[in-house]
Structures are given as structure tokens and as C-alpha cells.
């Protein structure tokens, strides 16, 4: 139903924005300080 639906792509946002923020944790991101910021909050926002 709608429920299962719901959960399904709800923990699949939540697994990709983990592999991004993983991701991004291993790339060397000091050259682009602040869009590595706005991903981040992006992220953050997008989990809340």
C-alpha cells in the first residue's frame, strides 16, 4: 500500500544522502570550502 511506499523511498533518501555525505567525508573538499558547506546544510535539511 501507501504506507510501505512511503518508508521504502523514505529510507532510500535517507541511504543516498549517506553514501553522498560519506563521500564527500573521503574527497579532499578544501578548495571548495563553501558549496561543501551549502551540500552539507542541503543534507541536512533534506534528512530533517
Avoid: E
Amino acid at each position: 500500500g501507501s504506507m510501505t511506499l512511503r518508508i521504502i523511498w523514505g529510507l532510500g533518501v535517507q541511504a543516498v544522502i549517506f553514501i553522498f555525505t560519506v563521500i564527500m567525508a573521503m574527497v579532499d573538499t578544501s578548495n571548495i570550502a563553501v558549496p561543501f558547506f551549502w551540500m552539507t546544510m542541503a543534507s541536512v535539511v533534506i534528512l530533517n
